[in-house]
């Protein structure tokens, strides 16, 4: 069975996703001498819709070219078969 399947699975690893993302953001706004809220803030638009399935369909694109050339990271060839 796939963790991931079950929604309230899926809405706690995005709310520790987020809450994560927040803090570090905040916490590097702060060492900046900027207010937290505006690194939160800014960690909101990272993880908003837009920037974030943008991401992820880069990833998705990227995982169909590699599948597809079947490229090997070892050898660092493409294989022809």
């Given amino acids: 069975m796939n963790t991931f399947s079950h929604p309230i699975a899926v809405f706690i690893f995005q ?11 905040g916490a590097l706004f702060k060492k900046l001498r900027q207010p937290a809220v505006i690194g939160e803030m800014i960690a909101g638009i ?5 920037v974030l399935a943008t991401m992820c369909n880069i990833g998705n694109i990227a995982y ?13 060839t493409f294989n022809d078969e």
Avoid: H
């Avoid at 709310?15 to 953001?25: F, G, K, P, S």
């Fill in 15 to 25: 709310l520790i996703i987020i809450l994560v993302t927040v803090r570090i953001c």
């Fill in 46 to 50: 990272l993880l908003g819709p837009s």
């Fill in 64 to 76: 169909e070219l590699n599948r597809e050339l079947q490229w090997n990271p070892s050898k660092e």
